[in-house]
């Protein structure tokens, strides 16, 4: 019974499951982690942004050699598309790395039990894999890392043929004439993005009157531009109440947000990305006596406690933005908690990355945040247009604005949309994770030509005074 008995079992084995699980070994902990997917890394690695990732990136590299090189002196002749070569790419990345994280837990001396692990008590998991054959397993701590899933659309099912979540749209096996996506959030335009590159004709659903809602109005209004620039067209303030699947695609009714006559909309292939939702079927939370809110996510404490002695939560199966690093962090700072030492999370600086391009990335507030919340602040915005380095790289749309308090200076926000946003939103992260000023991401050296340059003088415009606009 020793061998089944541990201090740590987390149940998930995605981003925050196998995370906590390496630092909680690290830590001294004998520790399990739970995952009946029969591989590692949860959604994000599998069915997620790594699968993903590798799609954009080949579909811009396509893009950019079909219509981007020519004005750098680059001529290629005639460009093809070989799409399960593309599938395959993406499919070796996401086999990679999996195995890459089974070896992470046995260096680290992690037990992975290949299973569905269900709480049985105080203190007991039960695991049982994909055979029928189960095993019951003692823990000091159980942890709840088990992620989410896909948003069901009601008269809209999911058959991943013709109607597809993001798992579907990953591995389509011809690129659509038309794809229609319902949802502007961050996951519908970069699967979006994928197959309006390769050639499909693209339009984007949304009840509500803009895309991505939670980003910086401005960033909103500048992103939906761009996207309708390279081609996306967009249909908003609309609902979709209802598909019909046929032969030769999909026939999708649609009606005003606020009421109005009904139309039809003609899809080949039609993308449902309207949100996700917490993962938690099977797991014996309501005969556990495991708190719930109105969402379905399990309610914890600032230390990451459930209501039940002895058992935790983390990751998209609690409240906060469902986003891989959020939840890694949760499991780290929860691992040191359990061994006894002070773990935290500081959510005011979770970066938000939409993929696309160009990229968008946003830390902190937004202006309407700061508005509504009455805080006086300072804005500094500037363009790419005149970063010479995102001239010399023909990547010259987006901007870059960082929000500062009036009366200290202390960075408060930053969102940009821009080449590689992604990456220089960091710089901005790290700064606010010391509490600091826009004046002193200013004074900081930024080589020369770089795109983080337009960093520094978003700082500077801050105080009214950049150099080079």
């Known amino acids: 019974m020793a061998e089944n008995s541990f201090d740590v079992v987390v149940i ?32 994000c690695l599998n069915i997620g942004c790594i699968p993903s990732k590798a799609l954009l990136q080949a ?140 050639g499909a004709k693209v339009t984007v659903v949304e009840f509500l009157d803009r895309i991505v809602p939670g980003m910086d109005g401005e960033v909103g209004k500048a992103f939906q531009r761009t996207l309708k620039k390279q081609g996306m067209t967009f249909m908003l303030s609309t609902k979709v109440t209802g598909a019909k699947t046929g032969k030769s695609g999909v026939a999708l009714t649609l ?14 292939v039609v993308l449902v990305a309207i949100g996700r939702r917490p993962y938690t079927e099977g ?21 990451f406690r459930t209501n039940i002695e002895g058992v935790y939560a983390i990751g998209d199966v609690v409240a906060g933005p469902m986003l891989a690093h959020k939840a890694e962090e949760e499991g780290v700072a929860l691992a040191e908690i359990l061994a006894g030492q002070a773990g935290h999370v500081n959510y005011e600086t979770v970066p938000g990355i939409v993929y696309t391009w160009p990229e968008v990335a946003a830390v902190g507030k937004t202006e309407e945040q700061l508005k509504e919340a009455g805080v006086e602040y300072k804005a500094g915005k500037f363009p790419f247009t005149a970063n010479s380095r995102a001239r010399a790289n023909l990547a010259t749309d987006g901007f870059v604005k960082i929000l500062a308090d009036a009366k200290t200076d202390r960075i408060l926000g930053a969102h940009i949309i821009g080449p590689d946003a992604g990456t220089l939103i960091h710089e901005v992260v790290v700064a606010m994770e010391f509490s600091g000023s826009a004046e002193d991401l200013a004074r900081c050296f930024h080589g020369h030509p770089t795109l983080n340059e337009a960093v520094k003088e978003a700082a500077l415009a801050v105080e009214g005074r950049p150099i080079h606009t």
């Open 283 to 303: 797991l014996g939370l309501k005969e556990a006596g495991i708190e719930t809110d109105k969402a379905g996510r399990v309610v914890i404490d600032d230390h």
């Open 255 to 268: 009606e005003p947000a606020k009421g109005g006559d009904a139309q039809e909309l003609e899809a080949d």
């Open 12 to 43: 998930g084995g995605g981003p925050g499951g196998y995370v906590c699980a390496i630092r909680a070994a690290q830590l001294g902990l004998k520790t399990a982690c739970v995952e009946k997917r029969g591989s590692l890394g949860g959604t």
């Open 59 to 198: 579909s811009e590299k396509y893009e950019e050699a079909c219509h981007g090189m020519a004005a750098m002196g680059i001529k290629t002749g005639k460009v093809e598309l070989d799409l399960a070569a593309m599938l395959g790419h993406k499919n070796k990345v996401v086999g990679d790395l999996t195995k890459g994280i089974e070896f992470l837990l046995k260096k680290n001396k992690v037990a992975y039990l290949k299973g569905a692990g269900r709480i049985a008590g105080k203190g007991a998991v039960k695991v049982e894999d994909a055979d029928g054959k189960s095993q019951d397993i003692a823990a000091k701590s159980i942890i709840i890392a088990t992620g989410s899933d896909h948003m069901a659309l009601p008269g809209v099912e999911i058959d991943e043929k013709r109607i597809v979540s993001s798992t579907g749209a990953l591995s389509l096996d011809k690129v659509p004439g038309h794809l229609v996506v319902i949802g502007g959030g961050y996951i519908g335009l970069e699967m979006g993005s994928v197959w309006l590159r390769l």
